[in-house]
């Protein structure tokens, strides 16, 4: 079990600029998770993905924010045009489908710093 | 508006003893409930998890207790360990798009003293 991969861990880029960053889910999980954390806050849900149909999206996800997931396996989510406020940890997580309460296995997050 | 709320921002415990997590939530529509645990530098990581039909769940030293009328749960952690010792997250969930989607308090911080 080698867990949700999460790359880069950390990134700093200026302002306007495009990020993106991949996760990897364990292997099994078809469904796939992005948040965000804030300093003092609680992980926020931002889409969730089965398979690779993205299935739910909050609107704390702007259209300068998009999420793939082309092959059901990894998935991006790439920012563009990136803003101060866009600074946070980016966290994935992943779980099984079958049983609707399963929870989910996070990775280490990628901390994204806006210059 | 924070519909899950964690009034407890840090709490300070003796080891041996017994840590009390409070949560409370807002929204009727939640239906299960979790805790995660979370270290420095690490991702959460799942603690324990109760379904509203339940009003009590066990797993060795951690218990969630649910008082549905009250909107609130508990964690027990007995007795706690220094490597107890992080941020733990309540979270409430409701069905959206086919999966549970947590709605996550701030956290408390647990310092279990040796």
């Known amino acids: 079990d080698t867990g949700v ?6 990134k700093i880029t200026k302002r306007g600029q495009n990020v993106t960053f991949r996760c990897d ?3 099994e999980h078809n469904r796939l998770y992005w948040y965000r954390q804030t300093l003092g806050q609680g992980p926020e849900f931002l889409t969730y993905f089965q398979n690779e149909a993205q299935l739910e999206k909050s609107r704390l996800l702007s259209d300068r924010f998009s999420a793939e ?3 059901g396996s990894f998935s991006t989510l790439e920012i563009q045009r990136t803003e101060q406020g866009d600074s946070a940890m980016y966290l994935c997580a992943s779980s099984l489908v079958g049983r609707v309460s399963q929870p989910q296995h996070f990775g280490d997050g990628t901390r994204l710093s806006i210059l | 508006d924070q519909q899950v709320k964690q009034n407890s921002p840090s709490l ?3 080891e041996g003893r017994i840590s009390i997590l409070n949560c409370d939530y807002t929204n009727s529509m939640f239906d299960y409930f979790l805790w995660y645990k979370k270290y420095p530098a690490e991702g959460p990581t799942f603690l324990i998890s109760i379904s509203s039909i339940k009003d009590k ?3 060795g030293r951690f218990t969630v207790f649910l008082n549905k009328s009250a909107k609130h749960l508990s964690l027990h952690i007995v007795p706690s360990q220094p490597g107890d010792s992080a941020v733990y997250f309540c979270a409430a969930s409701e069905v959206r798009g086919g999966s549970y989607i947590p709605t996550f308090g701030r956290g408390t911080s647990l310092i279990v003293h040796p």
Do not use: G, L, M
């Open chain 1, 5 to 10: 991969s999460q790359n880069p861990r950390h």
């Open chain 2, 57 to 59: 769940n066990e797993d």
């Open chain 1, 25 to 27: 889910p364990i292997s």
């Open chain 2, 12 to 14: 300070s415990v003796q």
């Open chain 1, 69 to 71: 997931r082309p092959k």
